[in-house]
């Protein structure tokens, strides 16, 4: 392996770690969040794949293409509700979604 | 005789429930027609059983408490002292029950008055009859709740309310140790019964039958208004006038009387206990004789002498004198019934006037109140040859007979007081009926039952003597013969015929010069002058008007500190310590609970945040699992 695993297991700490500042710090937007939200899964999918890579197995692998289906499930289904949030309050503030109060 | 006790008590709890229940949804008639009727009934049944009378005798109706060994059954006990108070009694308080359908006639509260009445009448006559203690605590009891009752009869006053609390709360007193007594009695002795406590005086020790009598005169001291709880007497009379003549005068107060008298034979083996009634009585004949002499208020005047007159059947009763003590009761209960019934009938004519400054000239305006009263008056003042004269004598006659320097100077008080006594009796008279009419409004007109029910109590007190002439005079007295046989009332030593001639010159003397006293001072050219004197007061006048500020003196000594203590523990110990605590505690734990109560928002934001925390959490964990 070119790349030694500890490299890339701190490029996707700071990728993780990126992804959940900005999930913090956009809230006032529901379509930064999920793009930060997608950031912080794709520093996970780094860590299967660089593990897989590493121990030369290929479970790894296959979560990452699980993740990747998933991904791509829940942010077609995000959207639609953001459009439907959107549509109903016209805004996507999520400070103003605060209804399911427990 | 089993019929006649039954019927004796029963008639006014049946009369009492009847006005109770009913009376109000009957005509006013017919419910004063039961009152009057009952007591009647039970009069003649007592008159009936007075016929009849062979001996003492015991009669049991019933079961009432029984446990273990406790046995308190309904049994009543008729003997010649409970015999003879149970005729004055019905008769009395009969007399009185006429009276107040006169008296009661504009009040619209006539069924509540009635129904009190009787069963004041039916406890009372319980206390007399019963055999056992707890049976005599019972209506014991129930003349002090009727008492209560009737004296804050105008309740929606406030004054009058305070009155009927002062009274009960005062008595009350007396009955806790009344109580005790009975419960310690019960425990020496297995047994609550009257008769057989009796003979129990030989059998247990001095210092204990000397405690029982001092608690016993302590109840006696609280139902019949003797120093030191004398207090609520004169405050007894905001209740209508037929109640205090019948509870404040004639019956009630007596009961601690008959019940020194009562047990008698067990406590009187204590040369303490007797000398402690005695001091008590003769103490309280005195104080309340000086008080007198300074009232302004006719009935005040009145309840201060019932005070003294009973101070003094005490003081017979702390002597051994029984006898003379009953007598006296006896003689007392007619003419002082007498004397505050016309005191009702000289208020009702003066339109609720009760101050005796603003009376005056009454003597031809209303007749036929001022010759009873002044029937009445000769015999509280123990003039010569009136029942009250005879029946102070017996008692002064015990002292004498028992001699020592204690009694001497119990006998020196009391004659003092009898010339204090008739002093006042006639500084009334002559105030209230003599002299010009102090008054604007003339006299109202006074129903005629009123005034009737005066005339056959004069009469009794007038002859009361008859009940029980002097010794000296040849045979024996008719009181004496009849209360001889009763343990306790025998075998006093009499004193020498020559004494007591002596000691009657010397009262007769007394009282004479008490009412010229009264003469020289209220009557004539000096009247104006004296009368203008007295309004304007004097300290000495006034130290004697407030009762010796003995109300006063418990403000400072009782009420006043257990006011503060009750405040202290109402305001700093239950509302800032108890309170306060809880509060603080309840107060912490909203707050506790509060700070969570941020998280759940329900914004998104709160939830990232927690996510991004807990993160850190399990990051932190890593690291230093990892570095350790």
Redo the contacts between chains.
């Keep these: 392996m070119i790349v030694p695993l500890e490299h890339i297991l701190i490029l996707a700490g700071l990728l993780f770690f990126l992804g959940?500042g900005g999930?913090?710090a956009w809230?006032a937007n529901l379509i930064m969040m999920l793009v930060c939200i997608e950031v912080m899964l794709n520093a996970v999918m780094l860590v299967f794949v660089a593990g897989s890579a590493r121990w030369g197995t290929a479970d790894g692998q296959l979560f990452a293409i699980f993740i990747m289906a998933l991904t791509s499930a829940e942010v077609s289904l995000a959207l639609a509700m953001v459009v439907y949030l959107h549509r109903r309050r016209k805004t996507v503030d999520?400070?103003l979604?605060?209804?399911?109060?427990? | 005789m089993h019929l006649y006790l039954a019927l004796i008590l029963l008639l006014p709890l049946l009369g009492g429930l009847y006005n109770a229940l009913l009376g109000r949804l009957l005509p006013r008639r017919v419910g004063e027609a039961v009152a009057c009727g009952v007591i009647w009934g039970a009069f003649c049944c007592a008159v009936l059983a007075c016929v009849g009378f062979t001996g003492p005798v015991r009669v049991e109706f019933g079961s009432w408490l029984a446990a273990f060994t406790f046995q308190a059954p309904i049994a009543l006990y008729l003997d010649q002292l409970s015999l003879s108070l149970t005729l004055m009694i019905t008769f009395v308080c009969g007399l009185i029950h006429l009276y107040s359908v006169g008296y009661m006639q504009d009040d619209p509260a006539w069924a509540r008055y009635f129904a009190l009445l009787n069963l004041f009448v039916f406890a009372m006559l319980t206390l007399v009859l019963a055999e056992n203690l707890p049976l005599l605590y019972l209506g014991w009891e129930g003349v002090g709740f009727c008492s209560y009752a009737l004296i804050g009869f105008w309740y929606t006053e406030e004054k009058n309310a305070t009155a009927g609390r002062k009274a009960f709360i005062t008595t009350r007193i007396g009955d806790t140790a009344f109580g005790i007594a009975i419960v310690w009695m019960y425990q020496l002795s297995g047994s609550v019964s009257i008769t057989h406590l009796n003979t129990m005086g030989a059998l247990v020790p001095a210092a204990i039958v000397t405690t029982i009598g001092l608690l016993l005169l302590a109840g006696a001291a609280g139902k019949s208004a003797q120093l030191p709880l004398s207090v609520w007497l004169p405050d007894a009379m905001a209740g209508p006038t037929p109640v205090s003549a019948q509870i404040h005068a004639a019956t009630m107060v007596t009961a601690g009387v008959y019940l020194l008298a009562r047990m008698f034979p067990l406590i009187g083996s204590s040369d303490t206990v007797r000398a402690a009634i005695a001091l008590t009585g003769g103490i309280t004949a005195f104080y309340a004789a000086t008080c007198a002499c300074c009232q302004r208020d006719l009935k005040r005047i009145l309840a201060y002498s019932t005070i003294s007159q009973i101070g003094y059947m005490v003081l017979g009763v702390g002597a051994g004198a029984l006898t003379g003590a009953t007598f006296h009761l006896l003689t007392h209960a007619f003419f002082k019934a007498l004397l505050f019934l016309g005191a009702g009938c000289v208020i009702t004519a003066l339109h609720h006037q009760q101050d005796i400054f603003r009376m005056g000239g009454l003597r031809t305006k209303l007749a036929a109140v001022y010759w009873p009263f002044l029937a009445g008056a000769l015999c509280l003042a123990g003039f010569p040859l009136t029942g009250g004269f005879f029946s102070k004598d017996a008692i002064l006659g015990g002292v004498v007979a028992q001699g020592g320097p204690l009694y001497g100077g119990l006998l020196l008080l009391g004659l003092f007081t009898a010339l204090l006594t008739s002093f006042y009796t006639f500084r009334m008279v002559f105030v209230v009926f003599h002299g010009e009419q102090g008054h604007s409004l003339p006299p109202g007109p006074l129903p005629l039952i009123m005034t009737l029910t005066l005339v056959p109590l004069a009469l009794l007190g007038l002859c009361g003597g008859l009940l029980n002439l002097p010794a000296y005079l040849g045979y024996q007295g008719l009181l004496d013969g009849f209360l001889g046989s009763i343990p306790g009332f025998g075998g006093v030593e009499q004193p020498p015929h020559a004494d007591e001639i002596a000691l009657q010159i010397v009262a007769a003397t007394l009282s004479l010069t008490g009412l010229g006293l009264a003469w020289s001072r209220y009557t004539g050219s000096r009247r104006a002058e004296t009368l203008a004197r007295e309004e304007a007061g004097q300290p000495g006048a006034r130290f004697l008007l407030n009762g010796w500020y003995l109300d006063s003196l418990y403000w400072v000594l009782v009420i006043n500190p257990f006011n503060h203590l009750a405040r202290f523990l109402w305001k700093r110990w239950d509302e800032a310590g108890i309170d306060g605590t809880l509060d603080g505690l309840a107060r912490l734990t909203a707050r506790l609970g509060g700070l969570p109560a941020a998280w759940s928002s329900g914004r998104v934001a709160t939830s990232l945040f927690g996510l991004a925390a807990g993160v850190c959490v399990v990051l932190v964990y890593l690291v230093w699992v990892t570095l350790s």
């Design positions: 959940m999930l913090l809230r999520t400070d979604f605060s209804e399911m109060k427990g």
